[in-house]
């Protein structure tokens, strides 16, 4: 069966440091790959998505690589603030997840100054 | 332009009785998704629908919850005689397009559910 794994403890880092947060996936290829932020009594929000035959992409601080051959997903947000702090989802579609988002549970990120 | 409208924000049910939770999708989405999450765990899937159609509903439990999305109106996910493991944050999204690159999905602020 399809399975998402991502860090299940917290990932604390300094401010200014490079966060690396990782989405490993089994069994199944997505078509699109898509990350999220999710604070605390809120709706996730969409942050990236990026395609099955893309390896990278970048938006401001924020870069997303995609590896299909290691079925994993490396987020990184550079010159990290403590404003970064939140849940990061990875969510996956396609393929044989079909026409839906298939979430992982979640990785919670810790930017002290 | 506002977002995806979910309510109520906090729902009290005793067991047995109904919960309704509504959703607004964002203006010109024709695509919602209802979504449960428990404490420290990911979104799971419940249900897709568009307008007066289920597209997907593989993610539901096959008794006591059914979701509808009328051709006016906001959708409705319904869960009938609840029971205490139905205690959840439930979240609606919405989105133009169905699939693929640009199912890039607007989510609301969620239902916090708690059945007595």
């Known amino acids: 069966s399809q399975k998402i794994e991502q860090n299940s403890e917290a990932l604390n880092i300094q401010e200014g440091k490079t966060a690396t947060l990782t989405c490993n996936y089994t069994?199944?290829?997505?078509?699109?790959l898509q990350w999220y932020r999710q604070d605390p009594g809120r709706g996730p929000v969409f942050l990236l998505l990026?395609?099955?035959?893309?390896k990278e992409k970048r938006k401001e601080r924020l870069k997303v690589t995609f590896d299909t051959t290691l079925k994993q997903s490396l987020f990184h947000i550079t010159a990290s603030q403590p404003a970064d702090s939140a849940t990061y989802l990875c969510?996956?579609?396609?393929?044989?997840?079909?026409?839906?988002?298939?979430f992982g549970a979640g990785t919670i990120l810790r930017v002290k100054s | 332009n506002a977002g995806v409208m979910q309510n109520p924000r906090h729902l009290v049910r005793r067991r047995g009785q109904e919960a309704r939770l509504r959703c607004s999708p964002m203006k010109g989405h024709s695509h919602v998704y209802w979504y449960r999450q428990l404490p420290e765990e990911g979104l799971k899937f419940m249900v897709y629908l568009q307008k007066e159609n289920i597209i997907d509903e593989s993610g539901m439990p096959k008794e006591r919850f059914s979701a509808e999305f009328p051709k006016e109106g906001p959708s409705i996910l319904r869960i009938q005689q609840v029971v205490r493991g139905d205690s959840a944050a439930y979240f609606c999204a919405s989105s133009p397009f169905g699939f693929g690159v640009k199912n890039i999905q607007y989510f609301g602020a969620g239902t916090r559910l708690s059945v007595l």
């Open positions: 969510a996956l579609e396609g393929g044989e997840y079909g026409n839906k988002l298939v």
């Open positions: 069994n199944y290829s997505p078509a699109y």
């Open positions: 990026i395609r099955e035959n893309e």
